[in-house]
């Protein structure tokens, strides 16, 4: 089945820890997003890649860094210049074939949920 | 630049009766549109999207929506729901001059039995 996969589904943060989520889309996709996610605000963008080897910054980068070294992985770490990490992590992809990708389609994957200790 | 509102943060209703949830946007350019559900603890899936052509857009599980320039609105409609429909609903909007999708905060359909 070709999907998006997130991990892990839940991480626990301890104060200074940087920490990294894991995503991994076998959809042969060439851009793919990070979205924060609290509740009553919606999503907001914090970087997407739309080729490997390329990302952009989106509205909240800071105290986040992405790597893009592969087509189908794009891990976010969480750094400890984050100081209020706790959400709901959710990583998306799109074709990028249309030469607009931010206005095709985004697949989502399940979502991982970040706690501080 | 781009917003997104929409209206209701919560929505109940009671099983197979009709639903709107309702979203406007502000742009200066022409839009794309999306309505995007979040069923409990997963990721988000699309439910349809107006990029150009007919006003009524037709989506998965019996969900339409139409775009309203003048008003600047999208609203998301269903005629009878069903206890499944239980989720949240992001609008989201982007244009041909943008790099990213702005999505509002979401309004949470609840069904009663």
């Known amino acids: 089945d070709g999907g998006i996969t997130q991990s892990p589904k839940y991480l626990f943060r301890k104060e200074g820890q940087n920490v990294t989520l894991s995503c991994e889309q076998n959809?042969?996709?060439?851009?793919m997003y990070w979205y924060r996610q609290d509740p009553g605000q919606g999503l907001r963008l914090i970087y997407y890649?739309?080729?490997?080897?390329?990302?952009q910054k989106g509205d909240i980068a800071e105290g986040y860094s992405v790597s893009r070294e592969k087509k189908e992985s794009f891990p976010l770490t969480v750094t400890s210049a984050q100081k209020n990490p706790t959400a709901f992590y959710l990583c998306?992809?799109?074709?990028?074939?249309?030469?607009?990708?931010?206005?095709?389609?985004?697949?989502f994957g399940p979502g991982t949920r970040l706690l501080v200790l | 630049a781009q917003s997104v509102t929409q209206l209701d943060s919560q929505v109940p209703v009671f099983e197979e009766a009709p639903v709107e949830l309702r979203c406007n946007y502000s742009?200066?350019?022409?839009?794309?549109l999306f309505w995007y559900v979040q069923y409990p603890n997963q990721g988000l899936q699309l439910l349809l999207k107006?990029?150009?052509?007919?006003?009524l857009v037709k989506g998965i599980n019996g969900f339409e929506a139409e775009f309203n320039k003048s008003q600047t609105s999208f609203h998301l409609r269903k005629p009878s729901v069903h206890i499944s429909d239980t989720a949240e609903y992001f609008c989201?909007?982007?244009?041909?001059?943008?790099?990213?999708?702005?999505f509002g905060s979401g309004t949470r359909l609840s069904i009663r039995p």
């Open positions: 890649s739309q080729i490997v080897n390329d990302f």
């Open positions: 998306a992809s799109s074709p990028g074939t249309s030469g607009r990708p931010i206005q095709e389609t985004q697949y």
């Open positions: 742009s200066s350019v022409s839009v794309y």
């Open positions: 107006y990029l150009s052509g007919s006003t």
């Open positions: 989201a909007v982007s244009d041909s001059s943008a790099s990213k999708i702005i």
């Open positions: 959809l042969n996709h060439d851009a």
